[in-house]
């Protein structure tokens, strides 16, 4: 995933995340507009999964048979749904949409979390690098889980026994798992932008190291030794006053430290020629 696109998902989570919405369903609204757009940006849906499918891929007269919620086929519970007159128009399109993604999701080879401390576990293994996606594909789609979560939750009447009280700490409790991945998703971007400056840089370092190669062929070792020195040294000075720390790729890091050593070595034998030079000097004033 480009660093873009990462930088937009990592808005989206730090967005939701503060949001002062209080109010479940319209919360709801503003967290599947944001897995939308999380899902758009890293692009994690093609559309042959998309909840647009081809009229010919459905057997004939399915779409006739059936209304509502009831042909979108999940792990998750849509169908009583469209039966929910106290939502307002935006929220049951907001509750559609949510079905069509983790239809496309789960087609897509998504699985629902099955555990409550999912967030958690999913952040334990980013940290101990077992994820096969990245954290921004795993935040995009669990934006999806946590919106049909909400749905199922909210759209129960109070005849479920689901207080306003209990809707407002489900918003509180998805916030601060918005807030939990965010904070990784911000972290990792900033190693991405990181790495992605760092290998800006190498390619500087790489045409420098090419330029060198010539003017080492000429002759000239002690310059293309300092060419090498001094072009890996600005780059480091540039990422520190930009808060980063440059670590060229191996390749260059063992070509820089032979040049550094070499550099020091001549610094050395200057610095005896000098010593040899006084001590000379000083024989031929004392034999006047």
């Known amino acids: 995933m480009k660093l873009n696109e990462q930088a937009k998902i990592a808005s989206i989570l730090r ?96 699985k629902k979390p099955e555990q409550d401390n999912w967030v958690s576990r999913m952040l334990d293994n980013h940290q101990r690098g077992y994820m096969q996606s990245d954290i921004f594909t795993e935040a995009a789609v669990g934006l999806v889980w946590m919106a049909a979560k909400l749905a199922e939750k909210i759209i129960e009447g109070p005849e479920k ?53 010539n003017v080492w062929r000429s002759g000239d070792h002690q310059k293309a030794d300092q060419m090498i020195i001094q072009t890996y040294e600005k780059l480091a000075s540039e990422a520190k006053k930009q808060h980063m720390h440059y670590e060229p790729h191996p390749k260059f890091q063992k070509i820089i430290s032979e040049a550094k050593a070499r550099e020091k070595q001549r610094t050395k034998a200057a610095e005896q020629s000098n010593v040899n030079e006084n001590a000379k000097r000083k024989e031929q004033g004392l034999n006047l």
Request: aromatic letters at 4%; charged letters at 35%.
């Open 15 to 110: 967005s939701l995340a503060d949001s002062k919405e209080t109010d479940p369903a319209k919360f709801f609204v503003e967290l599947v507009k944001g897995a939308q757009a999380a899902l758009d940006a890293g692009r994690i849906m093609g559309r042959e999964n998309s909840g647009e499918r081809d009229q010919g891929q459905r057997p004939p007269g399915e779409e006739k048979a059936k209304s509502g919620f009831d042909f979108l086929k999940s792990d998750f519970d849509f169908s009583k749904m469209s039966e929910a007159p106290h939502l307002a128009r935006e929220q049951l399109e907001a509750v559609k949409k949510t079905a069509e993604m983790v239809e496309s999701l789960e087609n897509a080879g998504y």
């Open 161 to 213: 026994a689901q207080t306003q009280d209990r809707k407002g700490e489900l918003v509180s409790e998805i916030k601060g798992e918005l807030a939990k991945i965010g904070k990784a998703a911000e972290k990792q971007l900033a190693h991405s932008h990181i790495r992605e400056a760092n290998q800006g840089r190498d390619v500087v370092m790489s045409m420098r190291v090419t330029q060198a190669r």
